[in-house]
């Protein structure tokens, strides 16, 4: 007998598929080797994901499963899988779970952030919010973070606690941004603050927790949190980019969220900082309008194109790039290794 | 130095108070004795829930602490440290954490419920939807239900599980409400499982934890987890019934939110199945209504009148109360087995 979650899981997405989202096409040839094992562990990682979702409730069922197979990069189960094989490891299953936990946090918080957002797509589809209604996203959200939780409790205390922490840093973050909007003063270092706790604390978490399951050193342990930071923000800028520069097909959303939220990111503060004079109050203007027309947004657009904005954020991009692929020096040498060095550099090139 | 945290627990609420709230100034006279041990042990989880709640960020600790001292009854930590000490234990320390857990839960669910049903008022002020705004509710919500599962860690896994199924079990509840909202031909046997998950499985789960950390046998787990069932369901036919006859100063919200909100609870559910003919009609179309005025409202409630559903309800409650006092038989005999029968009758005559 088929359950309406196999059913659904029936959808998946191959491995090439998710990598290519998360890196591109490019990084997916260079996976080369690796994709089998590689795609034998993500596999692993959703069945315990799969096995936590059913809920005695059908229609609850029905929009964690919607919000849990709507594609997605599956990038934290990825970076943990290629880190613990990194490690040394011959066999993920130690930490599919911790990794299927982390991945539904990741879910739960892009649920709540579309309700905030009043966000109407994510991945291409209706968003849960848009899909199901106020009651059900928030509920599903919630439900989400116990599930997760539920499958932290496998593990020592210190990594539920770790987990934890992320997931409070990740609410902070909500807050901090929910207080900058349609503020163009915020700061770089604000921003960062706000990117740190948002994203890339719980990938420092997620990854750091793979080296305390492998029994590894403190300075192994520290390294792969430097990482997980660093690629976290990488990946943060790089999703800051083509909201404004990308291609809304490949992205399954439409451009300019953040111009049309009037979240500030580290592109319209520095073309913010950079505009003088009329074109500054017209992007400051626009910028703080709660409702904005598309050609409102375009403008926000054109004028940001006027400044080294873009070009900044790319180098700020390939900066913490390089941060992520110098903190793994203390990791033993190897393909999984050299694999996660390319998923760093890969992160501030990806389209999609 | 006072934290801001210290500076708004200065404003705790004194034991007397909190048991008056939760069963009456009667129940609160008959407590006698047990005043003294209780209002430490209470104390002691008070510390506890306190020191999980700061953030780094001062906008959420406001908006997070707001929501854990406005009042409330503190109805699962009573009724946690109370069975402990009816178990035999002379301290209450080890419960106080998962005390301090489920609280935060019933918390973050409130939060969260508010924000479903668009209510403004709780507990006598804003509520933090209101007072905060939804992107700070939704986070408080979020944040909260993260601090009690870093509580909840420091227990075997068995516990933490149990605690995540009684929370899953909530958020079954609420999307099953959603379900059957403004619709009054939901069966009385769905309403009580819709009870059951929202309120009594979780006040459930808090008291079979407690007899599993005692080290109990199956048979007192099992009382425990029975009258905390009933002890639920009957605490919830009583506010259901308050909601409609009780006195708004003391339940410090407006009368008639299940009606407004159209929510069907045993009361409305008996009313309408007593009414015949045009009244049936009105009583249904009454309550459909999206938006309804004070004088439909009103109108609702006269309807109820004509039928013997209040009485219904009323027998309902003791009905519970009864189970749940039976269901202490294997319990050993004294003050604070005694405590616990009088709190499950009193939680079916409590007037706010």
């Known amino acids: 007998m088929t359950s309406p979650a196999d059913a659904a899981f029936a959808h998946e997405v191959p491995l090439e598929v998710l990598v290519s989202r998360a890196f591109g096409a490019e990084a997916f040839l260079e996976l080369g080797g690796l994709l089998p094992e590689l ?44 880190a613990y094989r990194a490690l040394g490891a011959t066999s993920t299953k130690p930490v599919h779970a911790l ?40 509920v599903a959200g919630d439900y989400l973070y116990v599930r997760a939780f539920e499958l932290a409790s496998e593990y020592p205390q210190a990594i539920i606690l770790r987990c934890g922490e992320a997931c409070a840093n990740l609410a902070e973050g909500e807050v901090l941004q929910e207080s ?39 300075s192994i342990v520290e390294a792969l949190a430097a990482y997980g930071r660093a690629v976290g923000i990488a990946f943060q800028l790089r999703d800051d980019l083509l909201d404004a520069y990308g291609e809304p097909d490949l992205l399954g959303k439409p451009l300019y969220a953040d111009f049309r939220e009037g979240n500030p990111t580290l592109l319209s503060i520095e073309a913010y900082q950079h505009l003088e004079g009329r074109p500054k109050l017209e992007y400051e203007r626009l910028f703080a309008r709660r409702e904005k027309r598309p050609r409102e947004l375009l403008k926000l657009r054109t004028l940001t194109d006027q400044t080294p904005a873009q070009s900044l ?30 998923l760093a550099h890969a992160a501030t090139t990806r389209r999609y």
């Open 39 to 82: 795609a034998e562990d993500l596999s692993g990682i959703e069945d315990r994901l799969k096995s936590v979702l059913p809920s005695e409730y059908p229609p609850l069922t029905e929009a964690v499963l919607y919000a849990c197979t709507t594609g997605g990069k599956r990038l934290r189960p990825l970076l943990m899988a290629a």
């Open 99 to 138: 990794a299927a936990a982390f991945q539904l946090i990741h879910t739960a918080s892009l649920i709540h952030d579309d309700v905030i957002d009043h966000a109407d797509q994510r991945r291409g589809r209706p968003s849960v919010l848009r899909a199901f209604g106020l009651p059900s996203a928030i």
């Open 180 to 218: 900058g909007r349609f503020d163009l003063t915020v700061s770089r270092d604000q921003y960062l603050s706000i990117v740190t706790r948002k994203t890339a604390t719980i990938v420092s978490a997620a990854l750091a927790s793979v080296g305390d399951i492998a029994g590894s050193t403190a």
């Open 313 to 342: 954020v790319e180098a700020e991009g390939h900066h913490w790039a390089a941060t992520a692929i110098r903190a793994l020096a203390p990791l033993p040498q190897g393909p999984y290794r050299s694999l996660l060095e390319r």
